[in-house]
């Protein structure tokens, strides 16, 4: 048996009707950029989240440069964000001339105590990172972000539909950033991204940054200067489409999660997640990259998200990290491993991993 670690062709195969009338229309009319599948599409994710207003854009990165561009987040400021995340969480704080500012995580997602420790007079906001589909403590973070003045930008980039009290992931803090590319929980057929918040001059001031800081309802009067961060009419229309199944299929990679856990709870030396989303379903094991070959034998794709903490990339020496540093990211960086998951995976599937799993 092969087993991919996700199957995008599965999902495409299940909508393929709706997808294929979508893509149509885009085409019939070949208006591609923005527009009203942009802005249809923006109503529904914001509604769907209970957010007042949703900002499409052209990826996760973008996002997270977007809000925290229109946050203020500028030259000097620091952002303290985990060590244990995509390096998309940290290049748009760079490419602002911030700092970001690393701290451990527990459980896969930010420490709260760390947080405390390294906020100076420079700290500007805080980004928790909901890594995997699994909720940072976001009443700790929100407690600590009003008591210091400082803004909370949630990476909810892993995180579609997840919550944490009642409330969907992304609209707890100041703003909540969003991801689409194709393997998310909800991802479009390209990059793709969105930004929500409650705070409409926010949404304006994003809006009117994300397309050449064009004055609302001109083509050539720019009121700033801003970037050119749009969300394809082609990626808006089949968001739309697969945004109606998202609650179907995160009920799915709960079901599946479960049937993991259930196979997985009494092999010895496996490590289980906590609950979430299921964005990615990772386990921890001592000999990780001995499962992961032995895996890879019986024809099972794994992943590994993500082998090496921020605070040792190459690409962030500038920002001070050494060995040691953030003990937790470490550990796991070396134990982590991510098995098949998406809501199209089979319960035979499922035990085929787990027994290859047991037999190692
Ligand atoms: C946690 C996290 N942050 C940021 C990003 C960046 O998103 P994108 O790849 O859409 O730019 C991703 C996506 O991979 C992510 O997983």
Known sequence: MKIPFVDLKAQYKSIQKEIDAAIAEIMANTSFIMGEPVKE??????????????????????????????????????VIVPSHTFIGSVEPITLLGAVPVFVDVKDYVISVKDVRDKITDKTKAIMPVHLYGQSAPMDEIMEIASEKGLKVVEDACQAHGGEYNGKKLGTIGDV????????KNLGGYGDGGAVVCNDKKLAEKMRQFLDHGREKGEKYVHASLGFNFRMDALQAKVLSVKLKYLADWTAKRQENAT?????LKKVKGVEIPPKGVYHLYVIQ????????????????????HYPVPLHLQPACKEFGGKKGDFPESEKIADRILSLPMFPELTSEQIDYVCKAIEEF
Do not use: M, Q, W
């Open 41 to 78: 599409f923006e109503k529904e994710f914001s509604s769907f989240l209970g957010a007042k207003h949703c900002v499409s854009v052209s990826s996760g990165t973008s996002a997270l440069y977007l809000a925290l561009h229109a946050l203020g987040v500028g030259e000097g400021d620091e």
């Open 176 to 183: 909540g950033c969003f991801s689409f590319y194709p393997g």
């Open 259 to 263: 049937l993991y856990d259930k196979n």
């Open 285 to 304: 094991h001592d000999d990780r990259d001995g499962l992961k070959e032995h895996l890879d034998g019986k024809g099972i794709s794994t992943g590994i």
